[in-house]
């Protein structure tokens, strides 16, 4: 069984410029769920993407944005990034048998993203 | 709104001193509990988790007991390793979220075992 890949696994960019993060579920699972956490904090959720459809969103601005595939895998991209933008960007993915959402998540390694 | 409040760190023990991080929620509903473990550098891995009141989680020696009386998930461990160190994070997802999964975060509780 896969678990949960996140590409690339650092990066930098500056202010201003757009990133692409992605994610690969784990192998049968239908649901994606984005994180961001900034140093010394918990993460902090961005979405979630539910069969494609985005299926809830965090206190996060329209800059965040994301996709999810027909295999389950997912992007998030953030336009006109920002200094705080700096964080861990984590991504979980889980199997939602019924449509309800309180099963458990499982966690990639995250992206960790340096904006200067 | 829901949130989750965990002891404050760091916390520092010998080996094989028994452990225990204490987390309380609030939430409406009847959330699912959890607890995650963050090694240096790495990504969030599920150690326990509680469904229901009165459930127990256990995991790697780790137990978590769902209180719903008092709304507390506290983690503990009988006899930790130096293998132990790293950060612990307590979470719920709520069961009225508007059917979203969205885990909300304690700050995360540091650990540290000294030889």
């Known amino acids: 069984e896969t678990g949960v890949t996140q590409s690339p696994t650092h990066l930098i960019k500056t202010r201003g410029q757009q990133v692409t993060l992605r994610c690969s579920s784990q192998?049968?699972?239908?649901?994606v769920s984005w994180y961001q956490q900034a140093l010394g904090q918990g993460p902090q959720f961005i979405f979630q993407?539910?069969?494609?459809?985005?299926?809830g969103r965090g206190n996060f601005p329209p800059r965040f944005s994301g996709l999810q595939f027909p295999n389950y895998s997912s992007e998030l991209n953030v336009n006109a990034l920002e200094l705080d933008d700096s964080a861990l960007y984590l991504c979980?993915?889980?199997?939602?048998?019924?449509?309800?959402?309180?099963?458990?998540?499982?966690f990639g390694p995250g992206t960790r993203l340096l904006v200067l | 709104g829901n949130s989750v409040t965990q002891m404050e760190g760091p916390v520092t023990l010998s080996e094989e001193a028994f452990l225990t991080i204490n987390c309380t929620y609030t939430?409406?509903?009847?959330?699912?509990l959890f607890w995650y473990v963050q090694y240096p550098g790495e990504g969030l891995q599920l150690l326990l988790k509680?469904?229901?009141?009165?459930d127990k989680g256990s995991n790697k020696g780790f137990e978590a007991t769902y209180r719903k009386e008092t709304t507390s998930f506290h983690l503990e461990k009988g006899s930790v390793q130096v293998s132990d160190s790293a950060v612990y994070f307590c979470a719920l997802i709520s069961s009225d979220s508007g059917n979203t999964g969205k885990l909300i975060f304690g700050q995360g509780t540091t650990l540290q075992v000294k030889p």
């Open positions: 939430a409406t509903g009847y959330p699912s």
């Open positions: 993407y539910y069969r494609e459809e985005e299926n």
């Open positions: 979980a993915s889980s199997l939602a048998l019924t449509g309800r959402h309180q099963e458990t998540q499982y």
């Open positions: 509680a469904t229901k009141a009165d």
């Open positions: 192998s049968g699972h239908n649901t």
